[in-house]
């Protein structure tokens, strides 16, 4: 069984990611967040917004709405090269990516011939490649007929743009500032796949980077966004062996530079985040399309010019999935008897602590540890747990990733202690009642 089987598995098994619609036989590429994956996830964004927004100066925060102005697409180029090619098989009909079949070199020079490729899932004749626009159509108004057709984001990246002088006029920000946004976006993917990884409906979270048209300084803030997006997996307990850079050789017409972050995910680099250098494009062309305004007056230098724009971009859906794998561990304990463990950063472990009374049947115990769960939960999100033996609630908290488990027993009715296990370690040791709040304060630091 291969990493993405066995989170796939663990995932739906203790509540993290179910598929979406299940009991109808399920959406490909859709995903439901269960109680525990729906914690990890806003963990996640909550950490992604504490380090870029709260924590920073030059940065501020938005929301901008999933549907726009369809002419917000023409401008973005998203109608025109938004888009994927497409092969169909002509026994079976499964569609797939054409770049997924025949080599990507070959397919953009159109060098190849398609009988030199199979249907890899009967082995049929396979039609010619065809663009397919990934963006999901909607259409808004009541009257038939006289519907508007516009679009679900296919990015969160333009509603950012949109509001640039909106920003600008509304708060103190000046060059080089940013504007960062957690939100929803969809595609109309030909072939989802690889469990969460290529979906039709995930979230982003995007820094958009403005700084002064110069191409020596734009560069700097490229290479700084570029590393501290790397020390932010780090900080959060992502092994440094399993991250890379990727460099795009082959960029955008716009582009000066691009890199993404990767992740080994079994043995295959996968794209976890995106660090663009777009250069004035977006900018420029909201300008060209909508007639209005969007340079920026620098009052130091008394000059009027569009900036440039440092993108940072990556996928909520794709971090949780890699957090998950990266956290997951099979050990041997003794005499072939193996535990499966999260061993997730106490910031993102879905519940920071667990509460149990040693016995559930002695109401003394449960009363004990129930006043300190319900102290706990006041802050952080405890787990509570009286069902079966210790040793099977131990073992239930290490694999949703539980980082510290308290254990009200006989002794803390004697003299206010308990005992607190550590997950990783599975050592234990004994504190005062009093001591416990401190306690996961100071992990999560």
């Not at 109608?79 to 092969?87: I, K, W």
């Not at 890899?120 to 999901?136: I, Y």
């Not at 209005?292 to 620098?298: H, I, K, L, V």
């Not at 010019?305 to 003794?334: C, H, N, Q, W």
Request: aromatic share 12%; proline share 3%; glycine share 6%.
């Amino acid at each position: 069984m291969d990493i993405f089987e066995k989170i796939s598995s663990l995932a739906k098994r203790r509540g993290f990611i179910y598929q979406g619609s299940d009991i109808y036989g399920g959406l490909a590429g859709t995903w439901d967040y269960g109680p525990l994956g729906v914690e990890l996830k806003r963990n996640i964004k909550n950490e992604y917004w504490k380090t870029m927004v709260q924590m920073r100066d030059d940065v501020v925060g938005i929301d901008a709405a999933i549907i726009m102005s369809p002419k917000v697409w023409e401008a973005s180029g998203h109608l025109e090269s938004f888009s994927d090619p497409l092969v169909e098989c002509k026994k079976c009909h499964h569609r797939f990516r054409a770049d997924t079949i025949i080599d990507e070199v070959k397919l953009k020079a159109k060098d190849f011939s398609i009988t030199d490729y199979a249907c890899p899932d009967c082995s049929g004749e396979l039609t010619e490649p065809k663009t397919f626009n990934l963006m999901v159509e909607t259409y808004l108004g009541v009257v038939e007929g006289e519907k508007l057709k516009t679009y679900l984001r296919g990015e969160i990246t333009q509603g950012v743009h949109v509001n640039f002088k909106n920003v600008l006029s509304s708060s103190r920000v000046k060059l080089p500032f940013g504007i960062a946004q957690v939100g929803k976006a969809f595609r109309n993917e030909i072939t989802p796949g690889g469990f969460t990884f290529r979906s039709r409906e995930f979230e982003q979270m995007e820094l958009q980077f403005y700084v002064k048209p110069n191409d020596e300084e734009s560069m700097k803030w490229f290479e700084y966004w570029k590393e501290e997006r790397r020390k932010w997996y780090l900080s959060l307990g992502m092994r440094e062996e399993n991250l890379q850079f990727k460099k795009h050789n082959q960029l955008a017409h716009y582009a000066k530079a691009a890199y993404d972050v990767e992740y080994n995910a079994g043995g295959d680099w996968k794209e976890m985040e995106g660090i663009h250098h777009r250069g004035t494009w977006d900018l420029s062309r909201h300008e060209q399309f909508s007639k209005q305004d969007m340079t920026y007056f620098d009052e130091e230098s008394k000059e009027r010019y569009t900036p440039m724009v440092i993108e940072t971009s990556g996928g909520v859906d794709r971090a949780t999935l890699f957090f998950l794998m990266d956290a997951y561990y099979e050990e041997e304990i003794k005499d072939g008897d193996v535990r499966t463990v999260l061993k997730l950063h106490p910031k993102l472990a879905p519940y920071k602590a667990a509460v149990f009374p040693l016995l559930a049947n002695k109401p003394e115990l449960v009363e004990k540890a129930r006043g300190i769960y319900d102290k706990l939960k006041c802050d952080w999100m405890i787990a509570w747990d009286e069902r079966g033996n210790i040793g099977k609630r131990y073992r239930t908290q290490d694999e949703i990733g539980t980082p510290y488990c308290f254990t009200v027993d006989f002794e803390t009715l004697e003299n206010d202690t308990v005992t607190v296990r550590n997950r990783d370690t599975m050592t234990q040791e004994r504190i005062k009642i009093s001591e416990i709040y401190d306690f996961i304060k100071n992990k999560l630091q």
